[in-house]
């Protein structure tokens, strides 16, 4: 089964930037959508942004025009720019990727990783 590991969290000052990364454990040839949430604490978690196989990106109106989703196929990773970060980021941010499997359609999560915005 495609694994998910997401990298590029950390500690912040308000205006910074951060790149996140998620990265599959396999070529995904059958991919579908990868989505971007977000969890902060005591509170549910969100979506922040997708991108599909044919390279169409959404975005939560809070973080548009600040964060930019990309893919790199041959790298199998995608990317969550991140840019003139908020407090309100603040947050476990996670990376889920959807994809055929056999007649069904598989996902699999990553396991976080954190991001701080703080002063």
């Known amino acids: 089964h495609v694994q998910v590991v997401e990298s590029g969290g950390g500690l912040v000052q308000p205006g910074s930037s951060l790149r996140l990364s998620c990265t599959a454990s396999?070529?995904?040839?059958?991919?579908?959508?990868l989505t971007w949430f977000r969890q902060a604490a005591g509170k549910e978690r969100e979506y922040v942004a997708s991108?599909?196989?044919?390279?169409?990106?959404n975005y939560t109106d809070s973080v548009r025009g600040r964060f930019s989703i990309s893919r790199d196929a041959a790298e199998n990773t995608g990317y969550l720019q991140m840019n003139s970060l908020k407090p309100e980021d603040t947050a476990v941010y996670y990376c889920?990727?959807?994809?055929?499997?056999?007649?069904?359609?598989?996902?699999?999560w990553g396991q976080g990783t954190q991001v701080t915005v703080s002063s």
């Open positions: 991108i599909t196989n044919g390279g169409g990106t």
């Open positions: 889920q990727i959807h994809f055929i499997e056999g007649l069904t359609v598989a996902d699999s």
């Open positions: 396999e070529r995904i040839p059958t991919f579908l959508i």
